[in-house]
């Protein structure tokens, strides 16, 4: 008998077209909801492919009409398992009609404000949740912008690359697939509470703070902090070293993120002369050194295989991968033995499948999905939920943990989450939980505090040194933190009793360390039945790869991530980034899930959410077309397949650069009259002409943007009509007037570090007033003492006994 899908009875609208909604909408049919796409009879353009010659583009296809082999991979990926309906008009009478019973609509900006409080105060329990480039709200609101633009403005592009260079943009539209992400968790997040209160909410989703939490790693949390030290902080264009290698049969990527994996490395080339060569050391040093280093790594990569750096490297725990592409993804022995890809129903390509596994559930099966069914009748659907409601009020309030919540509370507000991780794709997962409203505890053994804490500020051997780390200090506000070293009797017996106490416990282990510190699933869960353990392994909890070390450049490298980025002609490049907090938001979205599934059964249960197969998940389009076409699209600068043209341009002033892309013939008409008339375009270019003549418009381009300011440049662009932005440094945006006007980010207050802004989440809820997060990231035991004694009842002899023996403590060893 097939588990239960834990959103199974959630009513879905997707009023939306492109990727962000696509996929925010497919997060919430996977796990079990039932959704109506509605298309005019237009279709979707996404039925016509980013480049728009897919089969529909000749009108084989229609909007509203099951998905087929005229349709493009990429909309079949998205639509499997949801009810296409068609709307001659998109008529508001039709439109809200589909609304009355649903309980969530996910809208891309078409609707008017009146319209959504119209649709609210029809269906009080609905939950609305827009997506729109720069957010409803503020003074970018309704500028026109691609998500090549937008990576400009939220300071991806302007990282990447060399000094000198051309700033490069991070491949594969990233930016439009983890705004689906977050969506999906404001949405769920937001029914969640309304389940309890009634109530339902408007999500207001921006996909440039989106872009600035995931593309870029806390830039301007690094720049705050380092002013705060006295020391000038430059945020501009780096390149890891190393990072992806050429090999005598391909490409595999290297990630150095210790000491100890730089000696390891070193070792492994055959040079152990290097280790204390000051020249390579850190990673600025090997950038100032960088043609030297490697020369010398590649002289001895180029005379290996592949398959023989990884397994010597992976033996010597140095996170490595075979840089994936389109052709060898799904004969990665791992993703095989782990059945990662799997056949789409309409065509018969390969896609991954769900990232997550929640108890048994592994996303609804394709093959149970009726894509043309109707929903549930709203009469017995709501009288389902009557019955449901009745009996998880009752089981709840008993339990006495996440109460049925009032109206004003934050949506997890008493949901209580006990956090195992470190670095950054844990972190950020339990960083959104606590904005929204979840009492979270940070526990670290301070032998071994979360390694994001020395990436820092200040110099080791200076006052609290660790205390000051940029990633640490962006990823971890809103929490309370103690410190416990849980391979010691005590610390063990402690955590099992705080575990008692939680309805969430979340780790990012490598696997084989939760059991080797005693704390396994029947263990937990015998302790506490309401319990749900949320693991966030690399590479998942079983296959070839189980035991590997695996970072977020590990998996860009593996994912096929990394091949979309880079020059046509050079090396690919990681993206650097967006795996971490995108692996978090995929974790969160399955512990909302199965949060819903503990309410209908009073049951706790395990979560596998596995970080590459999060990242595959976002990277599912160059496999998907290669699946269904045979075509292998690789990376090209800065160009795109559905722009002409798109790119960066120097501007007058030192390393200036403006971004624009005209995806539209009135983008591409509007930007011939700003450059000026050319004979050799009429403005009726189709996009395939103007891509085969890139190099000539680049020139043109190239020209007029070199007589002006960046300033100037995208303000005369904006105004005609042609997405535009000025390329900034990661640092910038705590300088952006968007971002400054919604509240992006966040003023806290550090007993050490002093006071700085950081990030909260890329969303408001109307529900939600003021800032998420308020608490800066705790200091190293800051709250040992309130939760061990205040809330678990030991005596501050006790603690003292705890402090002698080094079960706790405030200062790293």
């Known amino acids: ?321 075979a840089v994936g592409t389109p052709s060898t993804l799904t004969s990665v022995d791992h993703f095989v033995q782990r059945g990662v890809f799997v056949p789409n129903p309409y065509g018969g390509f390969l896609q991954p499948r769900v990232p997550y596994r929640i108890g048994e559930f592994r996303g609804v099966p394709f093959e149970a999905s009726a894509p043309d069914a109707a929903p549930p009748v709203a009469s017995e659907a709501v009288a389902s939920e009557a019955v449901v409601s009745e009996v998880v009020a009752s089981e709840v309030v008993a339990a006495g943990a996440g109460a049925p919540a009032t109206p004003g509370d934050r949506p997890l507000a008493g949901l209580r989450v006990l956090d195992l991780t470190a670095f950054w794709a844990g972190p950020s997962a339990t960083l959104t939980l606590a904005a929204l409203g979840a009492d979270v505890i940070k526990v670290e053994a301070h032998k071994r505090a979360d390694g994001m804490r020395f990436a820092s500020a200040r110099k080791p051997g200076e006052d609290r040194w660790w205390e000051w780390g940029m990633v640490y200090f962006g990823a971890n506000p809103g929490k309370r933190g103690i410190t416990l070293d849980l391979g010691t009797p005590e610390g063990h017996d402690l955590v099992l009793r705080l575990a008692e106490t939680a309805d969430v416990v979340i780790e990012n282990f490598s696997p084989r360390v939760m059991d080797n510190l005693g704390l396994t699933w029947p263990t937990l869960q015998a302790r506490n039945e309401r319990l749900i353990l949320l693991r966030m392994p690399a590479f998942g909890l079983d296959g070839p790869w189980r035991d590997r070390t695996g970072f977020a450049q590990t998996m860009e490298q593996a994912s096929g991530m990394a091949w979309m980025t880079g020059r046509a002609d050079g090396p690919p490049l990681i993206p650097r980034g967006p795996c971490d907090p995108n692996a978090g938001t995929h974790a969160v979205f399955a512990l909302l899930a199965a949060l819903r599934e503990r309410d209908r059964t009073g049951v706790g249960t395990m979560i596998e959410s596995t970080m590459v197969e999060a990242t595959l998940n976002v990277a599912a389009e160059a496999l998907t077309t290669y699946t269904a076409e045979g075509r292998e699209v690789r990376r090209d600068g800065n ?98 007037p968007q971002l400054e006007h919604r509240g992006f980010l966040n003023r806290v207050v550090h007993p050490v570090a002093g006071e700085h802004r950081v990030p909260g989440l890329p969303f408001r809820l109307a529900s939600v007033s003021g800032p998420w997060v308020t608490r800066a990231a705790p200091t190293l035991g800051e709250h040992t003492a309130e939760v061990l004694c205040g809330e678990l009842g030991l005596t501050e002899d006790e603690l003292a006994n705890l402090t002698e023996k080094g079960i706790t403590g405030t200062t790293p060893g």
């Open 1 to 321: 008998m097939a588990p239960t899908a834990p959103l199974a009875g959630l009513s879905v609208v997707e009023l939306s077209y492109g990727v962000p909604g696509g996929y925010c909408a497919k997060l919430l049919r996977d796990a079990g909801a039932h959704v109506v796409k509605l298309e005019g009879t237009d279709g979707d353009p996404l039925r016509r492919g980013r480049d728009g010659t897919s089969g529909a583009a000749a009108g084989r296809a229609a909007g509203g009409t099951t998905p087929g082999e005229d349709d493009s991979a990429l909309f079949r990926y998205l639509a499997v398992g949801k009810a296409v309906r068609a709307l001659d008009d998109l008529s508001a009478a039709a439109r809200d009609g589909a609304l009355r019973t649903a309980d969530l609509l996910v809208e891309d900006g078409r609707l008017a404000d009146a319209e959504i409080a119209a649709l609210r105060a029809a269906n009080p329990s609905l939950v609305v949740v827009s997506i729109t480039p720069y957010g409803r709200t503020g003074p970018h609101a309704g500028r026109p912008a691609t998500e090549f633009t937008l990576q400009a403005s939220c300071g991806s592009t302007g990282g990447r690359g060399l000094a000198g260079e051309e700033p490069l943009q991070a491949g594969g539209h990233i930016g439009e697939w983890v705004s689906g992400g977050y969506a999906a968790v404001a949405g769920l997040a937001a029914a969640h509470a309304a389940r309890r209160t009634g109530h339902g909410d408007h999500a207001d989703v921006s996909m440039l703070e989106c872009m600035a939490s995931t593309m870029q790693t806390y830039g301007s949390v690094a720049a705050s902090l380092f002013r705060a030290t006295g020391v000038d902080f430059v945020s501009g264009r780096t390149l890891e070293i190393p990072s992806i290698e050429p090999t005598a049969d391909g490409w595999v990527g290297f990630c150095l993120g210790t000491g100890q994996q730089l000696q390891d490395f070193l070792l492994m080339i055959e040079r152990p002369d290097l280790i204390d060569d000051p020249r390579y050391a850190t990673m600025g040093e090997r950038a100032r050194n960088r043609e030297e280093f490697l020369e010398i790594v590649r002289g001895w990569t180029t005379k290996q295989r592949t398959e023989d750096v990884v397994a010597l490297a992976g033996a010597l725990r140095i996170p490595v991968a």
């Open 639 to 736: 160009r795109g397949a559905g722009a002409a043209p798109q790119g960066v341009y120097r501007c007058a002033g030192d390393d200036a650069w403006v971004a624009l892309a005209a995806e539209t013939a009135t983008q591409w008409v509007a930007l011939l009259g700003v450059v000026g008339p050319d004979e050799r375009w009429s403005g009726d270019e189709d996009l395939k002409t103007r891509r085969d003549a890139h190099d000539e418009i680049d020139a043109v381009v190239s020209a007029w943007c070199a007589t002006r300011g960046v300033a100037d440049a995208e303000a005369e662009l904006l105004a005609a009509g042609v997405p535009a932005a000025v390329v900034v440094p990661p640092a910038a945006i705590e300088s952006d």
